[in-house]
């Protein structure tokens, strides 16, 4: 799906961002992207979409190199951005616009999601609320069966019901053919959807585990005193203890709050690497 091996960016008068970059992304996943801003997120999703072009190295995706823009490649990937414009036009002139460019364009399902999130479709796009929008981009992206469907920010401007349809609607849409990359601050939003873990920091992946990996290593749990050195990865303080992070040398089950995985893995990113490695 994704083969990154050795990429190298950089801005006009600024350090390289990116230098000797390695990833490797296998069809079939919702890979949940994190990290702090600046820490190189944004970036990675434009070279992806060939938005933006590399200095070195090789980058392939969907079988293509996105620099070159072929039309074959852009039918394949869909990308919503945090930041957006929709035509005054109605939802349904849009589709009948632009659902074309998309060979698996699925109408069915896109009634579905339109039901299932209550869309106005007498209503002009520009005129919906921010939410509304958001709610439309992410149903006419599913239902293009692109190979490659990258969200940043999705969940930004969606109530608590919403927040749950989104996961509801996104769990039902991938497959084994199919993969979702979702860039997000909102980490709370993201558990028990995304599914590895791909963590940056300073123009590094400095974490990319998948769940079961992480329960087999990591123990989270909230203790009234704090565990020893040696076991303890990471901890915060809460009323009445401690939420810590720990390496699990039991191999007992836990839960995974994706909040303290993320502030573990940039606090203290040489133990988990310990540990991972």
Do not use: W
């Not at 060939?50 to 190199?65: A, Y």
């Not at 072929?70 to 036009?89: D, G, I, K, S």
């Not at 300073?202 to 050195?229: C, H, M, N, T, W």
């Amino acid at each position: 799906m994704i083969e990154i091996e050795h990429l190298s960016f950089g801005y006009k008068k600024k350090p390289l961002l990116f230098e000797q970059l390695n990833i490797s992304m296998p069809s079939g996943n919702i890979y949940g992207l994190l990290g702090k801003n600046g820490a190189g997120k944004s970036t990675l999703l434009k070279l992806i979409t060939g938005l933006l072009f590399p200095k070195q190295g090789k980058l392939e995706v969907v079988g293509f190199q996105p620099k070159d823009r072929y039309p074959q490649f852009l039918q394949e990937v869909y990308l919503a951005t945090e930041e957006f414009y929709l035509p005054p036009m109605k939802i349904e002139q849009f589709v009948k616009l632009y659902s074309p460019f998309y060979p698996r364009f699925s109408h069915q399902a896109f009634q579905g999601y339109i039901e299932e999130f209550k869309l106005p479709l007498k209503q002009k796009l520009s005129s919906l609320s921010y939410g509304q929008k958001k709610k439309f981009l992410l149903s006419f992206g599913l239902a293009t069966d692109c190979k490659l469907l990258i969200l940043d920010e999705p969940t930004n401007g969606l109530d608590i019901p919403s927040k749950s349809q989104f996961r509801k609607v996104v769990a039902s849409a991938i497959h084994e053919e199919r993969s979702f990359i979702i860039s997000t601050h909102q980490i709370r939003d993201m558990e028990n959807l995304i599914d590895p873990i791909v963590i940056m920091d300073e123009g590094k992946v400095v974490f990319f585990q998948d769940y079961e990996q992480i329960s087999q290593k990591l123990a989270i749990s909230r203790q009234a005193a704090l565990p020893d050195e040696e076991s303890l990865v990471y901890a915060e303080s809460t009323l009445g203890g401690y939420n810590v992070v720990t390496k699990n040398t039991g191999q007992e089950e836990t839960n995974l709050s994706l909040e303290l995985l993320f502030n573990a893995v940039v606090n203290n990113t040489t133990k988990i690497n310990e540990i991972f490695n």
